[in-house]
């Protein structure tokens, strides 16, 4: 990623280059937010409700949104369901695993903020942002896929409005 | 054999080392000594009218005052089913592992040494199993069990 956030930075010295790093970051990110690869990373019950979205009837792939089984291949982690203290070192396994640029949704109120396990669990994280950083926070339990759509659509114009060089 | 006729022939073959307890339920429920754990499923398994051939769970209770080890034992061969369990102290406590009656047990009796603090004698994996591997808060079943980000459930008035 070095060297596209150094591009514009170069081209801006030249004649007319401002208006060729305008177009090129819409470009691209048009084309990632249309591409939002996510992770198959279903935990829990709310995986259930993910697999709904996915399938035909509310059909995620409208969006460019196909799932990938390898961390390496995806650009989102949406974390659908409990994520339980022993499964953290694996989520932050998976994260780092990412290739830059990289999104992360918290679907459910487990990932928020442990949800319905909140009190006397000795076992849940309470909230995957003590572990990873989060984008869109979806709350419910199990949110419904209207929720879950709204949310990517509210990481669509999140990744919109990036510019290249704060890519991260 | 139906559960009246269970109960008969149980108690007619340990006498007064089996106690019946009233439950309720449809399956038989017994209460024994803890020292006569591993001789009784020994005999409960090798008898040829009960074989008991199958180990479906063994649970731990913690009451607060003493803790409660419960088996639930069937079987396959000849359809019986029946739960029994003894009492231990509060203090160190201590059963004996059931594994080479049914190797099964490994698994449960591992989980209950976790997560309740009960020592097995004779087991040969005792080892972190179900909790996360840095673990280091102590057994989080037991009622007066805390930790410091562990909230318990605000009394509902
Ligand atoms: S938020 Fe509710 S539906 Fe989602 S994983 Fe947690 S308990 Fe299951």
């Not at chain 1, 949110?143 to 509210?154: A, M, V």
């Amino acid at each position: 990623m070095g060297l596209i956030k150094k591009l514009p930075v170069y081209l801006e010295k030249f004649p007319g280059g401002g208006l060729v790093t305008t177009s090129l970051n819409y470009v691209f990110s048009q084309s990632q937010a249309s591409s939002l690869w996510y992770l198959l990373f279903g935990t829990a019950c709310c995986a259930i409700e993910l697999m709904a979205t996915g399938a035909s009837r509310y059909d995620f792939d409208r969006l460019g949104m196909i799932f990938r089984a390898s961390p390496r291949q995806s650009d989102l982690i949406i974390a659908a369901g409990t994520i339980t203290k022993k499964m953290t070192p694996r989520l932050r396994l998976l994260y780092d695993q990412m290739a830059e640029p990289r999104y992360v949704i918290a679907m459910g109120g487990c990932t928020v903020g442990g949800g319905p396990f909140y009190y006397d669990s000795y076992a849940v994280e309470k909230g995957i942002d003590h572990i990873v950083p989060v984008d869109v926070y979806i709350p419910g339990c199990p949110p419904r896929p209207e929720s879950l759509l709204e949310g990517c659509l509210t990481l669509q114009k999140k990744v919109k409005k990036l510019k290249m060089e704060d890519w991260s | 054999m139906n559960r009246d006729e269970l109960i008969k022939y149980l108690q007619d073959k340990f006498q007064d080392k089996l106690q019946l307890l009233d439950t309720g339920r449809a399956e038989p429920f017994f209460l024994i000594k803890p020292e006569f754990l591993v001789e009784f499923c020994r005999q409960i398994r090798d008898d040829v009218t009960l074989a008991i051939d199958y180990l479906c769970n063994i649970g731990a209770v913690d009451t607060g005052e003493r803790f409660e080890v419960v088996y639930n034992v069937a079987s396959v061969a000849k359809r019986l089913r029946f739960d029994f369990k003894f009492i231990l102290d509060y203090e160190n406590p201590k059963i004996d592992s059931v594994q080479e009656i049914w190797p099964g047990a490994n698994w449960h009796e591992r989980e209950i040494w976790e997560l309740f603090g009960i020592n097995i004698r004779n087991h040969n994996n005792l080892k972190r199993f179900l909790l996360p591997d840095d673990w280091d808060q102590g057994n989080p079943m037991r009622k007066n069990w805390d930790a410091p980000d562990f909230k318990r459930m605000p009394e509902v008035k």
